[in-house]
C-alpha cells in the first residue's frame, strides 16, 4: 500500500504480539496486513448468482404477465363495447323503419337478425361507424382502459426498470412492442367472432354483425393505449422507481439500491 510494489511470492510472517499475518515489500519494508479466514469472494459470487437469476426470473415475470394482462383484456374488451354499440345500431334501424325478424330461442333485441341488405347500404354503414362513437361504447371503453391502467401500470414500470441499462429507445421499442404483438395474437386469432370463416358460419344477428366489423376497432383502441402505456413505462420506469426509493428511504440507506442511479450514471442523492 506505501509503494505499490507487487507481494506475490513474499514470505508469510505473524506479528508475536498480536498474531496477525503480515507481510513485507521488499522495497520499501511496509508491513502489509493478511486475512487469516477466506475472505467473502465466494459468498460474493454466489450472490451475483442469486441476484442475476432473480433479475431474469423478474424479467420473464413482468414479460409474462403484460402479456397476459394485454391478451385478457383485448379478447373481453371487443364483445362488451360492441355489445353496447349493438343497441345504437339497432335505434337507427328502428328510426328507418326497419322491422326486427327474432332468432328462435332468444330474447334480447341485439339478438334478432340483422338486415344485411341494410347493413351494406349507406344508412348502415354510417349507422355502424356512429355505434363506434356513442356514448355508451365509449363509456364502457373508457372504464375498461382505466381498469386496464390499474392492472398493467406496475409491470410496465417494472419493463423500464428491466431494460434500465439500455437505450431509451431500446426501452420503448421493448415496453411498447409487448402489447402489440399480444394485440396481434388476439386479432389473429381464428376463433374470434370477427373472423370471417367464424362470421360466417354463426347466426347473423345484429349481435355478430356489430361484433365482426367493430370489435377490431375496438380491439385496436385499447392495445394502442396499452402499448402507450408501455412506451411511457419504458420512458419514465427507472427515474419514477428511484424518487419513489429516494422518498421512503433515509440517505444512509439508499445505497442499497445505489445502482438505480449508478446505471443511469448519476450519483446517489444525500440529501
Known amino acids: 500500500m506505501q509503494c505499490f510494489h507487487p507481494l506475490a511470492g513474499r514470505t508469510i510472517e505473524r506479528d508475536p504480539a498480536t498474531g496477525l499475518l503480515f507481510v513485507r515489500c521488499g522495497e520499501c519494508a ?6 487469516e479466514y477466506p475472505t467473502a469472494a465466494p459468498w460474493v459470487r454466489r450472490f451475483q448468482t442469486v441476484a442475476i437469476a432473480s433479475f431474469a426470473f423478474l424479467a420473464l ?7 397476459g394482462i394485454t391478451v385478457g ?18 335505434e337507427l334501424f328502428d328510426e328507418g323503419g326497419g322491422l326486427l325478424e327474432p332468432v328462435v330461442g ?5 339478438d334478432t337478425i340483422a338486415d344485411s341488405v341494410w347493413l351494406a347500404s349507406d344508412a348502415g354503414k354510417s349507422a355502424m361507424r356512429a355505434a363506434r362513437s356513442d356514448a355508451r361504447p365509449l363509456l364502457v371503453l373508457t372504464g375498461f382502459c382505466l381498469l386496464g391502467t390499474l392492472a398493467i401500470a406496475p409491470f410496465v414500470l417494472a419493463a423500464g426498470l428491466v431494460c434500465m441499462r439500455r437505450t431509451m429507445v431500446t426501452r420503448v421499442c421493448v415496453c ?17 367472432v370477427w373472423q ?30 396499452f402499448a402507450f402505456l408501455g412506451i411511457v413505462g ?7 422507481v428511484a ?14 439500491v445505489a445502482w438505480l442511479w449508478h446505471w443511469r450514471g448519476k450519483p446517489v442523492p444525500l440529501d
Open 30 to 35: 511496509t508491513a502489509s496486513a493478511l486475512f
Open 61 to 67: 415475470a413482468v414479460v409474462g404477465a403484460i402479456f
Open 73 to 90: 383484456f383485448a379478447s373481453a374488451v371487443p364483445g362488451f363495447v360492441a355489445q353496447a354499440s349493438t343497441a345504437r345500431v339497432v
Open 106 to 110: 332468444y330474447e334480447r333485441v341485439q
Open 176 to 192: 411498447g412492442g409487448l402489447p402489440l404483438i399480444s394485440g396481434l395474437t388476439v386479432l389473429l386469432d381464428p376463433n374470434r
Open 196 to 225: 370471417p370463416a367464424v362470421f360466417w358460419s354463426s347466426p347473423q344477428t345484429w349481435h355478430t354483425w356489430v361484433t365482426f366489423h367493430n370489435s377490431p376497432f375496438f380491439l385496436g383502441v385499447v392495445v394502442a393505449w
Open 234 to 240: 419504458g420512458i419514465v420506469g427507472p427515474a419514477f
Open 243 to 256: 424518487r419513489f426509493f429516494r422518498f421512503v428511504l433515509p440517505p444512509r440507506d439508499r445505497r442499497l
